[in-house]
């Protein structure tokens, strides 16, 4: 379930992309560790890299919408209360030892992520890149 990062998911603004970049890692890392039957500990390890980046990304993410006044902000919330509601649930279920826990895990993030970024992000950025104050996201990246 490799996922390759390509142009068409970027956005246009930098700190958006390159923590959607870093997202696509984290689930590559997974995915690589599954393939290389890494023990359990290590699986668990990246589980709780991915859940604690994605409430890093999702809380700055969400903090420009309000800014912003997004008119969708309260789907976008939910969307990603879904995906860390489901990464914890692969989580625990791996601690469980069920073996599916990281298949489902893969399938539902590698679907998931490439929807969120080409419809749900892409319809905020939109608005964001017509902002004349934008620029404050592209330096954002750079510190």
């Known amino acids: 379930m490799f996922i390759e990062w390509n142009k068409d998911y970027e956005l246009g ?3 958006i992309d390159e923590q959607h970049k870093h997202l696509i890692d984290l689930i590559n890392k997974l995915d690589g560790a599954r393939h290389s039957h890494s023990p359990k500990e290590c699986i668990e390890k990246v589980f709780l890299e991915l859940i604690n980046y994605s409430n890093y990304h999702f809380t700055l993410e969400e903090r420009a919408m309000k800014n912003e006044n997004y008119s969708r902000l309260d789907l ?3 969307s990603h209360d ?3 509601q489901y990464i914890h649930k692969c989580y625990y279920k791996n601690k469980k030892n069920d073996y599916f826990a990281i298949s489902d895990a893969l399938k539902f993030l590698s679907d998931w992520i490439v929807d969120h970024i080409m419809v749900e992000d892409r319809n905020f950025t939109m608005i964001l890149l017509d902002q004349p104050h934008h620029d ?4 954002a990246a750079h510190r």
């Open 136 to 139: 404050q996201y592209q330096k």
């Open 76 to 78: 976008h919330i939910s």
């Open 82 to 84: 879904l995906f860390v």
């Open 13 to 15: 603004i930098a700190q």
